[in-house]
T-cell receptor
Framework: QKEVEQNSGPLSVPEGAIASLNCTYSDRGSQSFFWYRQYSGKSPELIMSIYSNGDKEDGRFTAQLNKASQYVSLLIRDSQPSDSATYLCAAPSNSNSGYALNFGKGTSLLVTP | KAGVTQTPRYLIKTRGQQVTLSCSPISGHRSVSWYQQTPGQGLQFLFEYFSETQRNKGNFPGRFSGRQFSNSRSEMNVSTLELGDSALYLC???????????FGPGTRLTVT
């Protein structure tokens, strides 16, 4: 079974700090990875996608991919209370077909004022 | 561009009944995927449709089925509902040019 693993948390960080969220995956053939943010009672919202080894930055968010270690992370700089949500990591569940995503169970992030 | 829409937003059904949920993808998106989200199992893939054809299917019983129409709108059907089918059902659409999927607001199904 190809899996995506995340620490469920909760991860608590003070406002203004860097939040670091981690994810590991089992399918070495996976080529793309996604981070979704889900507020309580809402649907997941795509916030970052990453396809190549290294870092990808978008505003306060940085996604990091290390294919050799099968590891993806999301850094949130200058964390705000509005960032408090569950963050879901996802990768295609089949290397040959990219439209079925396998999700981790999510990490709950709490940013305290 | 309008986002993914799902109807209805909330449903309450009784065990043994069947239910049909509807999803309209983002304009121009041809791929529609369905997911079930529960507190215990998280987000689980049900199936994916592209150009009216089911391309992928997750590990769910045959009571779960779907279809896609020529305008890319999709429906999923659950027959003989069980208590364990209570969940948030999410539809996601993709352009087909990348793996990025965009979710609708979901349908909250409660089976009593």
């Amino acid at each position: 079974q190809k899996e995506v693993e995340q620490n469920s948390g909760p991860l608590s960080v003070p406002e203004g700090a860097i939040a670091s969220l981690n994810c590991t995956y089992s399918d070495r053939g996976s080529q793309s990875f996604f981070w979704y943010r889900q507020y309580s009672g809402k649907s997941p919202e795509l916030i970052m996608s990453i396809y190549s080894n290294g870092d990808k930055e978008d505003g306060r968010f940085t996604a990091q991919l290390n294919k050799a270690s099968q590891y993806v992370s999301l850094l949130i700089r200058d964390s705000q209370p509005s960032d408090s949500a569950t963050y879901l990591c996802a990768a295609p569940s089949n290397s040959n077909s990219g439209y079925a995503l396998n999700f981790g169970k999510g990490t709950s992030l709490l940013v305290t004022p | 561009k309008a986002g993914v829409t799902q109807t209805p937003r909330y449903l309450i059904k009784t065990r043994g009944q069947q239910v049909t949920l509807s999803c309209s993808p983002i304009s121009g998106h041809r791929s529609v995927s369905w997911y079930q989200q529960t507190p215990g199992q998280g987000l689980q893939f049900l199936f994916e449709y592209f150009s009216e054809t089911q391309r992928n299917k997750g590990n769910f019983p045959g009571r779960f089925s779907g279809r896609q129409f020529s305008n890319s709108r999709s429906e999923m059907n659950v027959s003989t509902l069980e208590l364990g089918d209570s969940a948030l059902y999410l539809c996601a659409s993709s352009s087909g040019g990348s793996n990025e999927q965009y979710f609708g607001p979901g349908t909250r199904l409660t089976v009593t």
